[in-house]
């Protein structure tokens, strides 16, 4: 194996606050992969840490990317186990499963088919904000251990299977469930999994392909969802689900192919949880709906508000003892008999689970039907640069202070009021400000718009109108 040697410092729009990632030939490059593989391995080899699994995705680039990882890993003396071709949770369960120090995984997650990333792990807590500041010092400097490793092939797919369906426990209800992985990740273990389970299943788009045929891997994106919805009418079945393209987010359509979001499955994923663990905290995001936070109360959990990130929440999960968490973006976290991390194909287990053992009749479109229907915005991006954002966000919490708002700043502001709340956040990944709005009522709604719009003028940003104009569901 040849020596790395020294290279230039990673291009700086590629360390991010969760992640790395980075578009393939512009910013970032296999002799970039191999860097990152040093610098990680020195972090990892400082904990006196002796091995680091390393996963990779479907996309074109992965196993180029991948390659150039594992021997900059190896150069720092460090084993490294290649699990291959799966979803990220797979690699996270691999370091737990093969007691591995860290792991690493080459992914671009729902991100365009030229780009691509890596996301980490180190003593099984996720590796994010100062942790890849770190690294890419270490990058910048060249200082690298230097020492003997060794490559060993560990296929995990069959265990991680396994372990998924182990928490199966479904009732005697035999679904139709409709599953469209996007030619992502998650479609290398899907076939092994729908095996174990009962019921009839129906594959879209299982195919394994980087360049993404069918449609973009984002079940975030409503257009992405319209092959299932398609499909799922079709078959006439009780369930649709999706999966983004390294398979740690999930998407989910009842059996008459509307949308549940990620507040609405925790809301539902929430209620066996606190059966078996009274009082326990729940965790959502700042962009989930009150609904959300007003039903764990009532079903007599603690519903804690955190700032949107899943490396935090994660984090955040494990400071408090949370057994299930999750973002809007379809980043579902169980602790409850699993191990805190984001995994979609296990929360689609335990979904599934429950809706097969609910009564007779009960449905999850009969329990979509029930729940509150709030209006809100989509979330709402404005161009802001990073080197701006923050600093705006610093006047806006002057300016609500000042006049006295009820509002939480744990993550941006979530200014609340009696016709609902409106939330600003500056992103951490992209050079955009992000804003959502909630009322019980459409009139409710324009005036929460027209307070965020008014707030922002007053610290010098005015909203464009096309912008707040956006249909609301």
């Not at 649709?240 to 994923?269: E, S």
């Amino acid at each position: 194996m040849s020596d790395p040697g020294p290279r230039p410092a990673l291009h700086p729009s590629i360390l991010r606050e969760y992640d790395i990632r980075g578009i393939l030939g512009e910013t970032l490059s296999a002799d970039d992969a191999r860097v990152i593989g040093c610098a990680f391995g020195s972090i990892v080899g400082k904990g006196g840490g002796a091995s680091v699994c390393v996963g990779r995705d479907g996309r074109l680039s992965s196993p180029e990317l991948e390659q150039a990882l594992v021997e900059g890993l190896a150069s720092t003396g460090l084993e490294v186990r290649r699990v291959g071709l799966g979803p990220t949770p797979m690699l996270y369960f691999a370091v737990r499963h093969t007691g591995a120090a860290a792991g690493i995984m080459v992914t671009g997650s729902h991100n365009p088919p030229d780009h691509n990333g890596f996301k980490m792990l180190l003593d099984k807590r996720p590796f994010y904000g100062t942790d890849i500041a770190l690294l890419g010092r270490i990058a910048a400097e060249a200082a690298f251990r230097r020492g003997k490793g060794r490559v060993v092939e560990t296929p995990v797919a069959e265990a991680y299977v396994e372990r998924l369906l182990q928490d199966w426990d479904g009732g005697e209800r035999a679904l139709t469930v409709v599953w469209d992985p996007g030619n992502g990740a998650a479609g290398a273990v899907l076939p092994q999994l729908i095996d174990g389970l009962p019921g009839n299943h129906i594959i879209l788009n299982g195919a394994v392909d980087g360049t993404f045929p069918a449609h973009h891997p984002d079940p975030t994106e409503p257009e992405t969802l319209e092959q299932l919805r398609a499909a799922v009418l079709r078959e006439g079945a009780d369930v649709g689900v999706a999966f983004d393209g390294d398979g740690d987010r999930i998407g989910l359509l009842d059996g008459r192919g509307r949308i549940l979001w990620g507040d609405q499955m925790l809301a539902l994923l929430a209620e066996p949880v606190l059966e078996e663990r009274p009082g326990a905290p729940i965790i959502a995001d700042v962009k989930a709906s009150q609904a959300l936070f007003d039903h764990i109360a009532a079903l007599g959990g603690t519903p804690l508000m955190y700032r949107t990130g899943h490396s935090l929440i994660k984090a955040y999960m494990t400071e408090v003892g949370a057994p299930l968490a999750g973002e809007m973006s379809g980043h579902i976290f169980f602790a409850d008999r699993y191990y805190g991390f984001d995994d979609a194909l296990y929360a689609a287990v335990r979904l599934l689970g429950m809706v097969a053992g609910w009564p007779e009749g009960e449905t999850l479109a009969t329990r979509l039907d029930a729940m509150p229907k709030p209006i809100n915005t989509p979330e709402l991006r404005f161009p802001c640069p990073d080197s701006e954002k923050f600093a705006v966000m610093g006047r806006v919490k002057e300016t609500l202070t000042e006049r006295g708002a009820t509002f939480s700043d744990v993550d941006g502001v979530r200014v609340s009021r009696d016709d609902g709340w409106w939330l600003l956040r500056a992103s951490n990944t992209q050079a955009v400000l992000v804003a959502r709005c909630e009322a019980g009522t459409p009139a409710g709604l324009e005036r929460l718009k027209a307070d965020l719009s008014e707030t922002l003028a007053g610290v010098g940003m005015p909203v464009p109108p096309e912008v707040l104009n956006v249909k609301a569901g």
